[in-house]
């Protein structure tokens, strides 16, 4: 587990990991970790860098490094068996430090180089130098030594976090036991235990002097809690030590006094971590208040490293995404990310490089996958988001004013996002950005659509199925949204199919699932609704078929009301509503009709009957009646065309025949009219791929050619017989695209496409089939036949003959009893008779009889039963196939036929002519525009776009909530039924636990006992033998000295002495700075002091504390006791030093801190105090100083204040007045002694805005040694000082 944290963490941020740099221990563990990792890699790119800190003088055979010259690499070579005391380097690091100090064989020499290190990497920015940001470090503790404790203090000091590993041994464990206590209970006493515990070998070594020491620093390294992070595998919290090392990093930031940098950094260590959950818990707290703009960098590197769960809570915690996408070439840098998928690399391929790619590269190869006839998802704009712009002006019906208004930009960052997350074939980017999108169902189709288009194009399989399955992933977001569109309202649901959408190149949610083959989408009633309302036109959907049949042959009928217009309907249902509402009104009194319209209804006009010519032509102009003309009028072609070919081909043409021809031209027209007129707006060259694309387009060009060829045939009186033969082969495929007429039956329809379906296995089987038939036909016809040059008779034996034998026609030439020299010519001479084969001298076949025969029987075998079972399994597999599928992919299908008989000319062929003049006559001569139906494209007005965009939303959110209620049901489920197994297994392991409980008790029941009461019989003489050890010792003592009694405890772990002589007023609040291991600015030592004995009333007679003044030369040490020192002592127990230290004077230091506020502005809301720069601390402070006996202010305010304001407030401290003392009292400084100590007097004074001296201090305050800061929790102060500042905020009454 900590090999695989460990390397993960480098990995993935790119560590240094810095270590002891031997080989023992954790040093070892760390080496073979990396030693592991190289193996599997071996990129150099991928190498970590693990530096080793070891002590020049413990490092065995070093003297191998040791080189005049210079030697890269050195040549050093592990020898562990020979090491002794010593410790050989680990030469899986990559780099060392050896630190020097003269020393042979002492370790811990390099902590010190060790811990500044540390400090000046944590110390140096990452990244940007303007951010703040700095590198983290993180401390890992793995079992340790003594030193190792050392090197924890040193590291947590330099405010460095420590990951401790519970149950890897030594002092790590010894730290875990202790980390949850409180400071109260880490005694000295407990401390003996656990090394006892821990250290059983090395226990024996310890004396009691040490123990005191490293009490107090594992009290020190608990007391920094913030910066102490236990890894305990036990509670199952955590999968990895990586985990576990970004909490502490999280966990340190959050409790520190950094700015907000800090925060910005963790982040990206929780993105490069991917632990979303963490960040979620750690850093996305309730306390915390984020702006979009604060999140959009790591926004953008969670994008980038395609971190879906951080993605999301990103947007949860207030990522905006059209202020994140607003920034300037935020999504063009997305697109120039190194390409991993087929998109980008096609892209930058054809743009050269990934970095030149801009977003119209990007429009265009959208556009290529989309199809030509949408428009720019990305216009030429300039730089910055790109702006998408409803052209007003081009579209019909504006008025000259809504023309003339600056376009408005159709901004959906959600769409921007979802498709660059689409082109990269991510599935959970996608989803969540679809989330985002506005106009959802558009986005899912485009997405189908796109993804499609691609996987045919990739070249991996793997990743062609995965873009597969995610566009059928999207099909199912477009059929779920619609489903509940058209469950909630059937009108509006319809105008979301037809729809033009901006943010998709004004294209429509129809067209785009017709264009990516989304049948199940087609297929869906609301779809079919939808088509089958434009399939009947102005006729209401319910009119039986034989009342259209009968209105076309009476047309009267249909103005008596045998036939339903909707438009009858919808008025009968309006007029319906107005009664039901009179109703209401007579009934309630009140007037409710102005409530009644809804703003989707509001505009739309009232709905009044039809008129007789409106009747009449929306009866003709309806596709399900152009339908019935045309078959009807097909049907007559084919009879005319029957029989002029079987009665009527005359020399010269007849009248029949000329308007067969004038019926053939009509066709003509009406395919050239298709093929050209592009009402959609695709373009010639899409148009023309879509027409050849339909197998009956391809059908109607082969067969309207043909009869042309046959035409000009019959016109050449030499080729009248050869024109007759094109005709009726002609015949034949305008027979068979009399199919097509049945592709609009339900029942027909299905059984059309599996007849298609079959037709192509015939072609893959008859490839099969003609292999067996050439090659027994030529093997059968060489045979038998001996140069036969005749042509035609070659392909009748060698291909006609064995393909017949396969429908059972078995040749008879193959066997002597039924030759009959008769039926054949001998030397070929006779062209209606095959050549004899060869014969014998008595007129007999020659060929081996046995030989052919045997030819057949296998030709018959694999021919008819081998190779037509398979055809027949094949027709059984197809039709299965298709049957399972037929009905949606008829309906998938029936689309075409509406759409060409919804644009077709209302007179059926050949009055088609008539209409074709019309409309050449009107587009070409008098160059009006053809009026633009909306049955498949309607663009709507901003104000009904916006509205029907909403709803949509709306449904989205509800289908949603439905997939994600189902998806939890089944969740429930399959975990009730996991609950269930789980508890059956609980319950019989249970049952075999008590068994062996049972069992063990009855076996061990009697020696436990026993073994407990000689355990404690073992502790009490051991604590007896210390005590008679220590009383001889003080016997035998010359000078009569008396020594520190040996620390006994009891079972409870408590001491003897310590906690019980506390004072109850003194187990808390112990001062910590004054108790710190290093004086501040010496090289002295303070005696370790826990804290359990810092007051004096606890005995402590191993308490030697060293002496420092800073007068004396260098730093003198006397431990000789002074009556004078005697007499002053520090109030607030031991500090392990005695003497003056670094103060003036033994006893209290007198020192006074000014606070001088005041309001920012006239809004009163923020209170300021002035603070200037320490440079010995290299932080801000109060400005104050020491003061002498007299003395109200320090003089060194002077240099901060202006003197008139200086001697101001010395008068109002005189005079008792504005001036307020918030506190005076001893102060926890690191300069204190148990002799000299700092005692301080905190004093306030407020500036009005309308006092003299603002002019003054303000221009104090722009300096860089002077500066006005926020009364805050944030002000980065000492803890003494921010104490007094949290004074200054509740005497204001402002929060802190």
Request: overall charge negative.
């Amino acid at each position: 587990m900590f090999h695989r944290g460990l390397i993960k963490v480098a990995q993935i941020t790119g560590a240094w990991i810095i270590t002891g740099g031997t080989h023992t221990g954790v040093m070892k563990l760390v080496g073979q970790a990396l030693r592991d990792y190289a193996l599997r890699n071996s990129s150099t790119k991928a190498q970590i860098v693990a530096i080793g800190v070891a002590t020049w003088g413990t490092v065995h055979n070093r003297n191998a490094l040791v080189d005049p010259q210079g030697c890269f690499p050195a040549n050093y070579q592990m020898d562990v068996q020979g090491q002794g005391h010593l410790s050989c380097l680990d030469n899986n690091h990559t780099h060392f430090l050896l630190v020097d100090d003269g020393t042979h064989g002492r370790y811990g020499v390099e902590i010190d180089l060790r811990s500044r290190l540390e400090k000046l990497i944590s110390q140096q920015p990452l990244g940007n130098e303007e951010s703040g940001v700095t590198i983290p470090v993180v401390c890992v503790v793995l079992d340790g030594g003594p030193g190792t404790l050392n090197t924890i203090c040193n590291a947590m000091l330099n405010g460095t976090p420590c990951v401790i590993l519970e149950g890897s041994g030594r002092i790590a464990d010894v730290i875990a036991q202790v980390a949850g206590l409180p400071l109260i209970k880490v005694t000295i006493s407990l401390i003996h235990q656990l090394m006892k515990k821990f250290f059983s070998l090395e226990y024996d070594n310890f004396s009691n002097l040490m123990i005191i020491e490293w009490t107090k620093k594992i009290q020190d390294i608990i007391r920094m809690s913030h910066l102490l992070t236990v890894f305990r595998v036990s509670e199952g919290k955590h999968e990895d030590v990586d985990v576990a090392i970004l909490q502490a990093l999280l966990k340190a930031s959050r409790t520190s006094e950094s700015p907000g940098g800090e925060w910005k950094r963790q982040l990206e260590l929780a993105i490069a971590w991917n632990r979303a959950d963490i960040a979620e818990t750690e850093i996305f707290t309730e306390e915390s208040q984020w702006k979009s703009a604060d999140l959009h960098g790591a926004m953008f590197s969670a994008l980038r490293g395609h971190k879906h769960q951080f993605v999301s809570l990103l947007l949860e915690n207030g990522v905006n995404l059209k202020e994140f996408l607003q920034e300037e070439n935020t999504l063009n840098e997305l697109y120039k990310i190194p390409p991993n998928c087929s998109f980008l690399r096609k892209l930058a391929k054809r743009v050269g490089q990934a970095t030149d790619i801009s977003m119209t590269h990007v429009s265009e190869e959208v556009r290529h996958l989309l199809g030509n006839y949408t428009q720019h998802l990305y216009p030429s704009t300039a730089s910055g988001y790109p702006v998408l712009c409803a052209l007003s002006h081009q579209l019909p019906g504006k008025s000259q004013e809504d023309s003339q208004r600056p376009c408005e930009p159709h901004r959906d960052p959600g769409r921007d996002l979802f498709l660059w997350a689409v082109v990269q074939n991510d599935k959970e980017l996608a989803e969540i950005a679809w989330k985002q999108c506005r106009d959802c169902m558009s986005a899912a189709l485009a997405a189908c659509k796109i993804l499609m288009k691609m996987a045919v194009k990739e070249d991996d399989e793997d990743e062609a199925e995965n873009m597969q399955e995610l566009a059928n992933h999207y099909e199912e977001h477009a059929i779920g949204v619609f489903s509940e569109c058209y469950n909630c309202d059937e009108e509006r649901a319809q105008k979301l199919l037809v729809r033009a959408s901006p943010s998709w190149g004004k294209t429509t949610c129809l067209r785009l699932a017709l264009r990516a083959h989304a049948k199940s989408f087609v297929a869906q009633s609301g779809v079919q609704a939808y088509l089958t309302q434009i399939w009947c036109g102005e006729l209401a959907v319910d009119n039986p078929v034989w009342r259209v049949m009968i209105c076309m042959l009476f047309f009267p009928l249909i103005y008596t009301g045998f036939l339903t217009f909707r438009r009858d309907e919808l008025f009968q249902k309006e007029t319906r509503k107005s009664e039901e509402m009179k109703t209401m009104e007579t009934i309630t009194e009140s007037t409710l009709r102005t409530t009644y319209k809804t703003p989707d209804h509001a505009s739309q006009q009232p709905v009044v009957p039809l008129s007789c010519w409106s009747r009449l032509v929306g009866f003709y102009d309806s596709p399900l009646v152009k339908f019935c003309w045309n078959s009807v009028s097909y049907f007559a072609f084919l009879f005319l065309f029957a029989v002029v070919l079987m009665m009527d081909f005359q020399l010269l043409p007849s009248a029949g025949e000329l308007l067969l021809d004038i019926w053939v031209l009509s066709l003509v027209c009406e395919e050239v009219r298709q093929l050209c007129h592009d009402h959609d707006g695709f373009g010639f060259h899409t148009k023309a791929s879509m027409y050849i694309q339909d197998l009956w387009n391809i059908l109607d060009v082969l067969s309207i050619t043909i009869f042309i060829a046959g035409l000009v045939c019959r016109l050449i009186p030499q080729f009248l017989y050869l024109g007759k033969i094109i005709l009726c082969i002609d015949f034949i495929l305008f027979c068979i695209r009399l199919m097509a007429i049945f592709t609009i039956s339900k029942t027909l329809g299905p059984k059309i496409i599996i007849v298609r379906r079959m037709m192509m296995d015939v072609f893959f089987f008859m490839f099969l089939l003609s292999i067996w038939v050439v090659a027994y036909g030529v093997a059968k016809q060489g045979i038998l036949i001996h140069n036969e040059n005749r042509l035609d008779w070659i392909l009748r034996g060698a291909v006609y003959e064995p393909y017949l034998i396969v429908f059972g026609n078995v040749p008879t030439n193959i066997d002597n009893a039924e030759f009959d020299i008769k039926s054949c010519s001998i030397n070929g001479t006779d062209p209606l008779k095959p050549k004899c084969p060869v014969l014998n001298e008595n007129q007999t076949p020659a060929f081996p009889e046995w030989l052919t025969i045997l030819m057949l029987c296998v030709y018959l075998l694999f021919a008819n039963i081998l190779l037509l079972n398979l055809l027949i399994a094949i027709f059984n597999f197809t039709f299965q196939v298709v049957q399972d599928n037929t009905d949606r992919i008829w309906k998938f299908q029936r689309f075409q036929l509406i759409k060409e008989f919804h644009s077709r000319p209302a007179a059926p062929p050949p009055f088609f002519l008539l209409c074709h003049l019309y409309l050449f006559v009107k587009g070409m001569v008098l160059w009006r525009k053809h009026q633009k139906r909306t049955e498949f494209k309607d663009e709507l007005p901003p104000a009904e776009e916006e509205e029907l965009l909403s709803w949509e939303a709306l449904m989205k959110n509800q289908y949603l909530q439905s997939s994600q209620r189902e998806q939890s049901q089944r969740q429930q489920s399959q975990r009730e039924q996991s609950q269930s197994v789980e508890r059956r297994i609980i319950d019989i392991a249970q049952k075999v636990t008590t068994t062996n409980d049972r069992l063990e008790r009855e076996e061990e029941g009697s020696s436990a006992a026993m073994e407990k009461r000689l355990s404690r019989l073992e502790e009490q003489v051991i604590q007896s033998a210390k005590a008679l050890q220590w009383i001889m010792d003080n016997l035998k003592s010359p000078d009569n000295t008396v020594t520190e009694a040996p620390i006994l405890f009891t079972a409870d772990g408590e001491s003897s002495q310590g906690l019980r002589n506390m004072p109850e007023k003194d187990k808390d609040g112990f001062h910590i700075s004054a108790r710190q291991f290093q004086y501040p600015n010496t090289k002295v030592v303070r005696f370790p002091v826990p804290e359990e004995k810092v007051p004096w009333e606890v005995s402590f007679t191993s308490y030697m504390p060293p002496h420092y003044a800073s007068e004396d030369s260098g730093d003198y040490v006397d431990r000789s006791e002074s009556e004078a020192l005697d007499n002053y002592r520090n109030p607030g127990g031991r500090t392990g030093m005695r003497g003056r230290g670094a103060l003036s004077c033994l006893g209290p230091n007198l020192n006074v801190d000014l606070v001088l506020t005041r309001l920012r502005d006239s809004k009163r809301s923020v209170l300021e105090f002035l603070a200037v720069w320490d440079e010995s601390q290299a932080a801000w402070a109060l400005p104050g100083g020491p003061v002498q006996s007299g003395e109200n202010l320090p003089v060194m305010l002077m240099k901060v204040l202006d003197q008139k304001l200086y001697e101001t407030i010395n008068t109002n401290i005189k005079e008792g007045t504005k001036v307020k003392q918030v506190f005076e009292g001893y102060v926890d400084d690191s300069r204190n002694t148990d002799n000299a100590w700092v005692e301080t007097t905190v004093l306030t004074f407020h500036l009005d805005r309308t006092s003299p001296f603002m002019d003054t201090v303000s221009s104090h305050g722009s300096s860089q040694a002077v500066q006005w800061l926020e009364v805050s929790g944030k002000a980065q102060l000492c803890s003494n000082q921010r104490d007094n500042l949290r004074l200054i905020a509740k005497l204001h009454n402002i929060e802190f």
